[in-house]
């Protein structure tokens, strides 16, 4: 008996969402013993990782067990980022050490969390976050690291580390994943993933936050179909939202099965920073993938955006940070009654609160200015000289953990680390356009090396055009982590 649920536990975790819905569907499998599937999964592998911070499996039982929505991922599990995604009732603490303390948990659920529940999805649980989603490797003090799947002595990526280390150990096919500066793409990369970064406002935000901010909210998972069909379940406004990014013609999901026209592409493949070096194995990826998709018929150029290239105007995404970590530690306050002090958070937060706090109205204003010039000049390219941009999605593989902690005297004390891993994804966050990491390559060490294709606004349909090109040559996802089932 053992070997035979053993065996069933290994054949549903090589399944991806789509695969499980439909199995579901056909009455092969029921929503009860999917879960208990997923359940045994991470209590097994969950210790290795900690990835999963906030079991729910009581609750997804009596979900699974009851009236589901007849929805396209009916009884298939879902954990939720526990950044900004609320649920009602569950903890909500963004791996701040104040709001854990104050034992806080949700009062409503946020409108992509209603997505997934129409969509049929069964909430299982919240993942692990970097305070604040503030880091590219996830280690909150609040909770501790989560480790990578793929080598245990290494971070899994922030913010979304939790949802990737789940998602690449095998317990569960994809999970949700939120972006304001990388942190959908950056731990895809780290794990061996596909993460989309979507649109500025193609999901949701509201009802805490506003769709014109850097972030946007999607998934990590293996397969692209599962990234174009969950995004095809989750991508409709709700009311009060204030971007609406414009639809395709066709489901995204329709997009994948066929290969594009050949396209115009820019290649990137070296740091756009002073002094935050690109690894050279990740640049020699970068360079592969360049001749593949030569080879798949695309005109390949050996371009990209000149204000890619503009160091003062990318700094100003930094001032917009600061400003809205102040006012975030202000939120929090008014949710658990009390102003957050000092030791509420880590030492990096409070820095950059206290940043945020002394910069003029003026100031934040100027650097509003400076985004938006960022943004229409970003465009342009876009508009006249290629249909992509091919670039590294860190310029490192994952970092060791502990590499990339400051400390209580010097809290930037190792940026560098960090800046290496969002320096070439933070910019599409200020442009509000969709970018997607693939895992393309691996290190000599064995670590997955992410390779960055970056759309037009609104064109995440080519996005996953040429990625299911590119998985259709390269099927990444028979290649899973050790651990992996």
């Known amino acids: 008996m053992v070997i035979y649920i053993r065996a069933m536990t290994s054949e549903l975790a090589r399944q991806d969402a789509v695969g499980l819905a439909e199995m579901i569907r056909n009455g092969e499998l029921s929503p009860v013993e999917l879960i208990d599937d997923t359940i045994e999964r991470i209590e097994r592998l969950n210790p290795q990782v900690n990835a999963v911070i906030h079991p729910a499996f009581e609750k997804a039982r009596a979900a699974a067990a009851g009236d589901l929505p007849d929805g396209p991922f009916r009884g298939v599990p879902m954990l939720m980022k526990d950044l900004w995604p609320a649920e009602k009732g569950e903890p909500f603490h963004q791996g701040v050490q104040g709001l ?143 971007v609406i990014a414009p639809f395709p013609d066709r489901p995204f999901i329709d997009s994948i099965a066929d290969d594009p026209k050949p396209l115009r592409i820019g290649v990137l493949d070296h740091s756009i920073r002073d002094g935050i070096p690109i690894d050279p194995e990740v640049a020699a990826a970068v360079r592969d993938v360049a001749d593949q998709l030569q080879q798949l018929g695309h005109h390949v150029i050996d371009d990209s955006p000149p204000a890619l290239h503009n160091q003062a105007l990318i700094a100003s995404y930094g001032a917009q940070w600061s400003a809205a970590v102040a006012a975030s530690l202000e939120t929090f306050g008014e949710w658990i009654g009390r102003e957050l002090t000092e030791d509420d958070v880590e030492p990096m937060t409070w820095a950059l609160a206290q940043r945020g706090r002394g910069m003029g109205a003026i100031e934040t204003a100027r650097a509003g200015e400076r985004a938006m010039v960022f943004r229409h000049q970003m465009a342009d390219w876009w508009a006249e000289s290629a249909d992509l941009l091919l670039a590294p999605t860190c310029l490192r593989p994952a970092p060791l953990i502990g590499e990339s902690s400051g400390t209580a005297d010097n809290p930037f004390a190792n940026v560098h680390v960090t800046l290496a891993y969002s320096t070439l994804t933070a910019p599409f966050n200020t442009t509000g356009q969709p970018a997607i990491s693939l895992p393309l390559a691996q290190s000599k060490a064995g670590l997955p090396i992410g390779i960055q294709l970056v759309g037009a606004y609104g064109r995440e349909d080519l996005l996953l055009q040429i990625a299911g090109q590119l998985e259709r040559t390269t099927p990444w996802a028979d290649n899973r982590a050790p651990m992996h089932p």
């Open 100 to 242: 854990k303390n104050a034992g806080y948990r949700a009062d409503l659920d946020a409108n992509i969390v209603t997505a997934y529940k129409r969509a049929g999805f069964v909430m299982s649980g919240r993942t692990n976050t970097p305070e604040m989603g503030l880091a590219a490797t996830t280690e909150p003090l609040a909770y501790g690291p989560t480790r990578n799947p793929w080598n245990l002595e290494h971070g899994s990526g922030g913010s979304s580390g939790g949802a990737a280390a789940a998602v690449a150990a095998g317990m569960l096919p994809a999970a949700n994943a939120s972006d304001g500066g990388g942190s959908i793409r950056i731990p895809a990369a780290m794990c061996g993933l596909v993460g989309l970064k979507p649109s500025r406002g193609r999901i949701s935000m509201g009802p805490q936050r506003d769709e014109w901010g850097n972030s946007v909210q999607h998934v990590v998972c293996h397969t692209i179909r599962d990234c174009a069909s969950i995004l095809d379940a989750t991508a409709a406004p709700f009311p009060g939202d204030g």
